[in-house]
């Protein structure tokens, strides 16, 4: 059965920090999916990862894969307080089928103060 | 942009009751998905749904039905409300382009006393 987990699952930085948030899974898999929950809002899409070593940017967030170590990281460079928000990664657990029947992580939420 | 609607953001419903949340959306897509959330847990699956009339049970079915006669609405049916179904519910819909993300509705927040 696939498992994720995300750590840390609190993390309260200062504006102008790095850091980066974990998510590990148990079994074999080929898709990752990093979203952004805002809130009282829904899940916004930030990153897709689909192979071995994909590598994504946007802004001061930076998603990257390891398939063989079954690692995705999520890193926030120069923090600013509009990134605040809970992060979640969710994998696909059918490797290699074709729907996308996703497990979440539980989440980490991220404060960030001036 | 993908447009997924839910019907409500907030419902009160009593124990018992047979509840009814919609979602709608507006771009075509073949497969649609419900979830809920709860604190500590993330999102987990209850139904999703690859085409019209075509269903396949999630993580958590118990306690839940779905129905899909047309392709833009997935229904999520509680069929005799209980107080542990007191959460957020959300809604989701994908192409069936890996490539692309899950596109999320607005979620309702549905409390059963």
């Known amino acids: 059965e696939l498992k994720v987990e995300q750590n840390p699952l609190f993390l309260s930085m200062q504006e102008g920090k790095n850091y980066t948030i974990y998510c590990n899974y148990s079994?074999?898999?080929?898709?990752l999916y990093w979203y952004r929950q805002d809130p009282g809002k829904s899940l916004e899409s930030l990153f897709v990862l689909l192979s071995n070593g994909a590598v994504k940017q946007e802004g001061r967030l930076m998603a990257s894969l390891d398939t063989k170590a079954r690692l995705s990281t999520l890193h926030i460079t120069a923090a600013v307080h509009d990134l605040s928000a809970t992060y979640f990664c969710?994998?696909?657990?059918?490797?290699?089928?074709?729907?996308?029947?996703?497990?979440f992580g539980t989440g980490t939420l991220l404060a960030v103060q001036p | 942009d993908v447009k997924v609607t839910q019907s409500s953001r907030y419902l009160v419903k009593r124990t018992g009751e047979k509840v009814f949340l919609e979602c709608v959306q507006d771009m075509d897509h073949e497969n649609m998905f419900w979830y809920r959330q709860d604190p500590g847990l993330g999102l987990r699956l209850i139904y999703f749904?690859?085409?019209?009339?075509?269903?396949e049970k999630g993580d958590i079915p118990e306690g839940y039905s779905v129905s899909r006669e047309k392709k833009e609405r997935f229904s999520l049916i509680l069929e005799s409300a209980s107080t542990n179904q007191t959460s957020m519910y959300l809604c989701?819909?994908?192409?069936?382009?890996?490539?692309?993300?899950?596109?999320f509705g607005d979620g309702t927040r549905l409390s059963i006393l």
């Open positions: 989701a819909s994908w192409t069936g382009a890996f490539y692309q993300p899950q596109h």
């Open positions: 079994t074999t898999s080929d898709r």
């Open positions: 969710a994998v696909d657990r059918l490797f290699g089928g074709a729907t996308n029947k996703l497990i």
């Open positions: 749904s690859y085409d019209v009339k075509m269903k």
